[in-house]
């Protein structure tokens, strides 16, 4: 019997319903024996192709990084009247997309949305990677990729919109896209980059965790999209075989966590929903780049799930982009 005081999750009926068909076929694409179908897979995931002439606003052009990794961004640039398109210095986010390392891509119809939302209401241009997944491609590939995508940019400039300002670049992602920036920025900042200055960080509601099974993990088991059955399987077909979850890439403030004290780690906020089972693990990461010496801020939204910012119909999505417009604007 569930406590008085246990706050009821609300969702209106069409999140659930999406909520519900995206974790069914999800579950019934990810087999046994650490593979997915593909084929089937592709019924969920729908894409939208790149436009170049701008719709709301905002124009879109794919741009390839490496053929033989699939390797490829996602360019969306505001549009803006012509005199402020010419003249306006704009930020850089370098988005990577959740779903996993296993599930989705810069085309999926849900990012295609958000990274468009991101480019028309903060006015920034977008560039949102496509990098490799798991099973296929295990750690460290989706790492190698992202790092790639940032020194591609640093060497090509000219890709990007003449008022593109690269000294004001922000690493971003959701979930498994979140986890995968918080890596390319800690390359980053050990390798160098000539151009591209990474200023800020923007975690949203990342994938971490841990051999422990959290008090969240174990209270929140069955919320929508996060289990632990799920979370284990993504995470085996992702680590080098003989690794368990303690290490680096998945506990990241954990036995082997990275020692940040000597780096220039960006100024970070970190996103948390109070029904994300995965939530004590996002505030750990948080409290740790404090403690490391890094600014870190934590943004609560306690009635929300796991990746409820892709969903437009929450008023909760249109905020949290606001409040990242806001992180945005601080640091330019």
Not at 23 to 34: E, H, P, V
Not at 300 to 318: G, Q, S, V, W
Request: proline share 6%; glycine share 6%; net charge neutral.
């Amino acid at each position: 019997m569930s406590s008085p005081n246990k706050p009821k999750l609300v969702l209106p009926w069409k999140t659930r319903l999406s909520i519900s068909f995206l974790t069914a076929l999800t579950d019934a694409a990810c087999r046994s024996d650490g593979t997915i179908n593909r084929r089937f897979l592709s019924v969920l995931d729908r894409k939208a192709t790149a436009k170049a002439t701008p719709i709301n606003g905002v124009s879109t052009k794919d741009v390839t990084v490496s053929d033989e990794h699939n390797v490829w961004f996602r360019l969306y640039t505001p549009a803006g009247d012509e005199t402020d398109t010419i003249t306006a210095s704009l930020p850089v986010i370098i988005f990577f997309h959740g779903g996993g390392f296993s599930y989705l891509s810069p085309a999926s119809i849900a990012y295609d949305a958000v990274c468009r939302r991101f480019c028309r209401k903060i006015s920034a241009v977008v560039v949102s990677v496509n990098y490799r997944l798991t099973p296929e491609n295990p750690y460290p590939s989706q790492y190698d990729d992202g790092e790639s995508v940032l020194k591609f940019l640093d060497e090509n400039k000219s890709v990007l919109p003449e008022n593109a300002d690269v000294s004001k670049c922000f690493l971003a992602g959701d979930s498994a896209g979140a986890n995968l920036a918080h890596h390319v920025a800690v390359r980053v900042c050990k390798a160098g980059l000539q151009r591209i200055r990474v200023v800020g960080l923007i975690s949203i509601q990342p994938f971490f965790g841990g051999e422990e099974r959290t008090e969240a993990e174990i209270r929140l088991e069955g919320s929508p999209l996060v289990s632990m059955a799920r979370t284990d399987w993504l995470w085996n077909v992702f680590l080098p075989e003989g690794s368990n979850r303690d290490h680096g890439a998945v506990n990241v403030c954990g036995p082997n966590a990275e020692d940040l004290s000597g780096l220039d780690y960006p100024d970070t906020v970190v996103f948390v929903g109070g029904f994300d089972p995965l939530n004590d693990w996002q505030r750990r990461y948080c409290d740790w780049l404090r403690k490391s010496g890094k600014n870190a801020e934590l943004i609560e939204y306690p009635n929300m799930i796991h990746a409820f910012y892709i969903f437009p119909d929450l008023p909760e999505a249109t905020q949290l982009i606001m409040q990242v417009k806001d992180f945005i604007h601080k640091k330019v």
